[in-house]
């Protein structure tokens, strides 16, 4: 079977949604990923397999995002919304390239598997010319009905079309459907709109193969995997099943988390062996975290990797661009942002490293701070192998410190240091002998008795 051609189209083309947001409604994350990317991730990949992306007239923003998840994606427009099937033969281009098997997703659909598009192309390498994804709806208000016969799947009922019989029906259209890529045009260009919504049905072509004397069929699948997306409610119980399955496919790789109901993962975070994260982390998107790290409490961490037997946290930030080396380590309340940091060295209180590069074993004092900003331009702070920045350092970028070399406590760098030099920047410090208690006898005195 794996060696059939496949053509995945994604129907993104948008809808009056009640998001109540001006974002594309398959733009909105779950699990730090757009509900596009999560299905387009799910779909066939490799040799073989080709997808197409259908969207609305105005969204540029959703084809960029497309392009970005899967850089292979064909891109096409729906001018008019017209229905599902309408929808899919905008992609009529795709379709004629002939792939073995045709697959249509819905990009609002994000929890759908990998697996589950494999299990639905299996009946067509059988001969199969159409199979579709159904499940057993709680409520099956509003879904199409799978109505089936002694032969397989008879036909789909919409809600709007469907009698007070094919309503009691709770199996029901997942929306993902599998054609055979051969026949699927000769199927699809029947379908017309003569329904209640007047709109093409793509759920029709199954009543067509079966007038084409062909065979239509169903697989199951839970409900959980196939809900759709039309508010933020739905996509926050569609982010608990993301971050339920994401957990447990971490703690099976190995992952050592103490409460995983309180650590919140991507889709795309990467762990290593012996991985141990403590409660109340997140990870943001572009996360990977090298064998035997651990990610102590509260930590937050985005697009940035973590090196074998590292340190974060608690309570550390890591930004998009942070590259921590073998052992390296970052403590509390220590942000980090396009920094690399390299093996053995240590930032561990209350530090802010940005656009620097920190060599392997330096050690960066409480309070040191980076001075990346100027107003108008990012600045870039390089510090040496071994270097020992004293707490509380002001290092203003450009600057470079030498491997090796010392900056006093409390310097405000702002000129480069050598390797293996010492710089102190601050006022020479006086001390008056006696004068504290001299001051406080005096005050004292002046408190003494009104009597
Ligand atoms: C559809 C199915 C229904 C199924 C349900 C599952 C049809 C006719 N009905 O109904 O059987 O139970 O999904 O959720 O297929 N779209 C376009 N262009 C269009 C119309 C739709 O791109 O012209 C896209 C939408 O953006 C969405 C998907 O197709 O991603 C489904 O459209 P929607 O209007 O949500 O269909 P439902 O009424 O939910
Ligand atoms: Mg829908």
Sequence with gaps: MTDRTNLTIVLAAGEGTRMRSSRPKVLHPVAGQSLLAHVLAAAPGGAGSLVAV???????????????????????????????????????????????????????????????????????????????????????????????????????????????????????????????????LEILDRIGHANSKNEYYLTDAVAIARDLGLRATVIETDEDEVRGINTKAQLAEAEQVMQQRLRKA?????????????????????????????????????????????????????????????????????????????????????????????????????????????????????????????????????????AFVGSNSSLVAPVTIGSGAYIGSGSVVTRDVPDDALAVERSQQTVRDGWAKRFRDARLARRKPKA
């Design 54 to 184: 259908v969207v609305g007239p105005d969204h540029q923003a959703v084809a960029d995002e497309a392009a970005r998840a899967r850089p292979d994606a064909r891109i096409f427009v729906q001018q008019e919304r017209r229905g599902t099937a309408h929808a899919v033969l905008a992609a009529r281009a795709a379709i004629e390239s002939g792939a073995d098997d045709l697959l249509v997703a819905f990009g609002d659909t994000p929890l759908i598997s990998s697996q589950t598009f494999a299990r639905l192309r299996k009946p067509l390498a059988g001969g199969a010319a159409l199979v579709v994804l159904g499940f057993r709806a709680a409520d099956p208000t509003g879904y199409g009905r799978l109505v089936q016969d002694d032969k397989g799947l008879l036909a789909i009922r919409e809600q709007a079309d469907a009698s007070d019989e094919e309503r009691r029906i709770t199996l029901c259209n997942a929306g993902v459907m599998a054609l055979d890529g051969r026949r699927a």
């Design 250 to 386: 971490a703690l099976d790789a190995g992952v050592t988390m103490i409460a995983p109901e309180t650590v919140y993962l991507s889709g795309d975070t990467v762990f290593g062996k012996d991985v141990t994260i403590e409660p109340f982390v997140v990870f943001g998107p572009g996360v990977s975290v090298g064998d035997g790290a651990v990610i102590h409490a509260f930590s937050h961490l985005t697009g940035a990797s973590v090196g074998a037997r590292a340190s974060v946290g608690p309570y550390a930030r890591l930004r998009p661009g942070t590259s921590l080396g073998e052992g390296a380590r970052i403590g509390n309340f220590v942000e980090t942002k396009a920094a690399t940091i390299d093996a053995g060295a240590k930032a561990n209180h209350l530090t802010y490293i940005g656009d620097a590069h920190v060599g392997a074993g330096a050690n960066i004092g409480a309070g040191t701070i980076t001075c990346n900003y100027d107003g108008f331009d990012k600045h870039r702070t390089e510090i040496g192998a071994g």
